[in-house]
């Protein structure tokens, strides 16, 4: 199982990005999907998850500005991130919900300058 997630870039305060997430194997068909963060100095933290029907959660500090969405036969996971603030700063990665340790990949940095 391989999850690689893209799309991060360097963008000024109120920009946008989507990223994605491809993930091989049958992993994505089985889990809750989810997008975590993290920024320098901080822990992971969860941003986002999705189900298999598309229920969401979202952390109180991205609601209303990021949406996950899922397309189940690409098996990609993908993350429109709107109106970002430079707190949003991180490297982001894709997982299951709850995390699988040994399936963290590198990460995709998002940089929000002010």
């Known amino acids: 199982v391989q999850l690689q997630a893209s799309g991060g870039g360097l963008v000024q305060a109120g920009g946008s990005l989507r990223l994605s997430c491809a993930v091989s194997?049958?992993?994505?068909?089985?889990?809750?999907m989810g997008w975590y963060r993290q920024a320098p100095g901080n822990q992971r933290q969860l941003v986002t998850t999705?189900?298999?029907?598309?229920?969401?959660y979202y952390a109180d500090s991205v609601k209303g500005r990021f949406t996950i969405s899922r397309d189940n036969a690409k098996k990609t996971l993908y993350l429109q991130m709107n109106n970002l603030k430079p707190e949003d700063t991180a490297v982001y990665y894709c997982?299951?919900?709850?995390?699988?340790?040994?399936?963290w990949g590198q990460g995709t940095l998002v940089t929000v300058s002010s």
């Open positions: 997982n299951a919900y709850p995390a699988q340790m040994q399936y």
């Open positions: 999705i189900s298999l029907s598309g229920s969401t």
């Open positions: 194997g049958s992993f994505f068909s089985i889990y809750v």
